[in-house]
């Protein structure tokens, strides 16, 4: 199963990918947690993609199709794989659309998970995840048990630099304006499935479960 998660900031991406990697185990292919991982890692590409990331600006498309290309090509993706938060751009979905070709596949769905802005502003400036283990929790929708700690690991909880404020509005608009499009592109093709992500996680995710056993 070849599978898009796509959805704005904050949509509940990552936590879906999650439940879905749990009863499909397919690898969960996320480039924001690769680029996160190359900053934190100091590596040449984490190096690119630092100042974008910062600015809540997307990473360029070459440096991005570039690490997708080389990730869906390992060997671990011939029996499928979820991305997560890519593709961002049309130039990302035509470059992917080459890339299945190549591979010999096709992605099967692309999920889209629909919220709105002002909800959206609110999970992303509410978000803190782990730095042990990366589990995501949330200051007022899921909290942890202790306020900064981790339930799982006991590890710390942080927030992501580009979630405050002023940068989760910004990545908001760039969503707009750069990757809401994809969403034509998708429906053109006769694969896109939009759900309602306004509800409560395991609601959203019956949704998913759904779609995923009619393909
Ligand atoms: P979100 O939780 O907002 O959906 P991600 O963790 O997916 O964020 O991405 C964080 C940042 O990483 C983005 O704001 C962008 O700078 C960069 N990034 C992630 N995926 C892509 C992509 N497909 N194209 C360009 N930049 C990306
Ligand atoms: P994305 O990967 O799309 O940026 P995340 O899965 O990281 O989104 O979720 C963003 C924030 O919203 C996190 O703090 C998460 O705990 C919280 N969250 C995710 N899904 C829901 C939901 N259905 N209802 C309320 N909060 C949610
Ligand atoms: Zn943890």
């Known amino acids: 199963m070849n599978l898009i998660l796509m959805g704005p900031p904050g949509a509940g991406k990552g936590t879906q990918a999650d439940t879905i990697k ?3 185990p397919v690898p969960h292919i996320s480039t924001g947690d690769m680029f996160r991982e190359a900053v934190q890692q100091g590596t040449a590409m984490g190096l690119k993609a630092k100042s974008y990331m910062e600015q809540g600006q997307l990473v360029p498309d070459e440096v991005t199709i570039g690490i997708v290309e080389e990730r ?12 997560d938060g890519f593709p961002r751009t049309i130039v990302q979905a ?4 080459q890339v299945m070709k190549k591979l010999g596949g ?13 909800v959206l502003i609110q999970r992303t400036t509410g978000r803190v995840s782990c730095a042990a283990c990366k589990t995501v929790y949330h200051t007022v929708f899921n909290p942890p048990a202790q306020a900064g700690v981790c339930d799982k690991c006991g590890g710390k909880l942080l927030q992501r630099s580009d979630d405050q404020e002023e940068t989760a509005r910004r990545r908001l608009e760039v969503y707009h304006q750069q990757t809401s499009p994809l969403l034509g592109y998708y429906q053109q093709r006769g694969i896109l499935y939009s759900i309602d992500g306004d509800r409560a996680a395991n609601q959203v995710f019956a949704d998913i479960q759904e779609v995923l056993a009619g393909l």
């Open 72 to 83: 869906l090509a390992q060997s671990d993706c011939q029996q499928g794989f979820l991305l």
């Open 94 to 97: 035509e470059a992917l659309d």
């Open 106 to 118: 096709r992605i099967e769905a692309a999920i889209n998970i629909a919220v709105p802005d002002e």
């Open 22 to 24: 749990a009863a499909y």
